[in-house]
């Protein structure tokens, strides 16, 4: 029988994610979960206050038999920035070590403008959130992007939308500003990483997050862990080919792509095929509320072929929950209840029996939720702990 690794070899970065996680918040419940000796314990708690990681809560009479001290992770010591770009928004924020936005902005941008006058723009705007925070206190940074990226090299590839942005590595453009590790994902990975967070963590970590506005796309969280794929281009499902979808030419050069037929653009477009003004989805959602029947009928068919390429994700995922978000989604609910009505008709039993489809319940404020998550659990994992580098600036340990 194989030896099990001595329990010694619980390090400091795991009697981290122990406090940060409230598995174990007293010296003695680290003992318990981990199998450490009390000297052992002592030496990392006392390792992780000194880098100030972490506080202690002194509660309770100084006399008398004493309660035991309980460690919290000091979530003010530091701070991360994020921005969420959108093809003309960014959601802008500088969150603590929690994920919560302290400060928050929305900018107005041009994303086609590129890199050299966007990410000024956007590191500007980091500055005045950060106010009299000192530069110090920064300790990681996180960015949204509407384009498939290359999530190792933090390097744009095949912009949706943003073509004078392929290729470039955004990570040294921030970092020499703010010296900090960076990070960089497409805009539905960010937004699946958020809903999952904030909505769903413990209770459904297998979710499938569908994003419809001008563009479909998706995130797959599994496990808790977003799925990235070999290169980070997992969950591309706008490019998956429908039946029956009239012979679209897409933009990527095939035919029936979901994209091409069921995302907002194929909604507008269809409606202005059929004689219909509208210039906007703000202007479908007006005919939507009227009770316009060919507008129901084009957002119906629409439906029916995102619900398709829904099912077949839900076979091969087999998802606790699939979360519609994007702005398609949050103004139709003819959308989601034809992809339900498809989903259960067309994915195995198994994968159906449990499964919720449900519409996005955080809105805009989930790409910066899933900005900061998705840089908290890097520099915040064990393998970040442990490797040196990684201490609060003593100038702020007096907050926590
Ligand atoms: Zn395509």
Not at 138 to 146: A, E, F, T
Not at 153 to 158: C, F, L
Not at 280 to 289: E, I, K, N, W, Y
């Amino acid at each position: 029988m194989p030896r099990r690794p001595a329990a010694a070899l619980a390090t400091s970065g795991e009697v981290l994610r122990l406090i940060r996680t409230g598995e174990a918040v007293t010296r003695a419940d680290i003992g318990r979960v981990t199998g450490l000796s009390r000297p052992a314990v002592s030496l990392r708690v006392t390792e992780l206050l000194d880098r100030g990681l972490v506080v202690e809560d002194s509660e309770g009479p100084s006399t008398g038999g004493r309660p035991p001290t309980r460690l919290r992770f000091n979530a003010s010591g530091g701070v991360v920035l994020v921005a969420a770009l959108g093809a003309s928004r960014a959601q802008i924020a500088v969150c603590d070590l929690a994920g919560e936005p302290l400060a928050r902005a929305v900018l107005d941008i041009d994303v086609e403008e590129g890199p050299d006058v966007v990410l000024p723009l956007v590191m500007d705007t980091w500055d005045e959130l950060l106010g009299d925070r000192p530069a110090s206190l920064v300790l990681g940074v996180g960015m949204g992007v509407p384009a498939t990226v290359e999530f190792a090299a933090g390097r744009t590839e095949s912009a949706r939308i943003m073509a004078s942005w392929t290729g470039v590595a955004i990570p040294p453009i921030i970092a020499d500003r703010f010296p900090a590790p960076v990070f960089l994902d497409n805009d539905v990975n960010v937004i699946a990483i958020g809903e999952h967070r904030a909505v769903y963590a413990g209770e459904a970590d297998d979710l499938l997050f569908i994003k419809v506005s001008t563009r479909i796309g998706s995130g797959v969280i599994a496990g808790g862990e977003i799925l990235r794929g070999a290169l980070g281009a997992a969950g591309e499902i706008g490019h998956i080919p429908v039946r029956d979808g009239g012979g679209v030419l897409c933009r990527c050069g095939n035919v029936d792509c979901v994209d091409s037929v069921a995302s907002g653009t194929a909604i507008l477009r269809d409606l202005r095929a059929r004689g219909h003004e509208v210039k906007t989805l703000a202007d479908v959602v007006s005919l939507v509320r009227a009770g316009d029947a060919e507008t129901m009928t084009v957002v119906r068919n629409a439906a029916r072929m995102l619900g398709e390429v829904v099912a077949t994700s839900v076979n091969l995922l087999n998802p606790a929950v699939v979360v519609i978000g994007g702005d398609v989604a949050e103004t139709f609910q003819p959308l989601v209840a034809g992809v339900r009505e498809v989903v259960h008709r067309r994915s195995t039993a198994l994968s159906t029996r449990n499964l919720r489809i449900e519409r996005s319940r955080l809105g805009p404020g989930a790409g910066i939720t899933g900005c900061a998550h998705m840089v908290l659990d890097h520099i915040l994992s064990p393998e970040a702990v442990d490797s040196p580098g990684l201490h609060l600036p003593r100038s702020v340990r007096s907050h926590g």
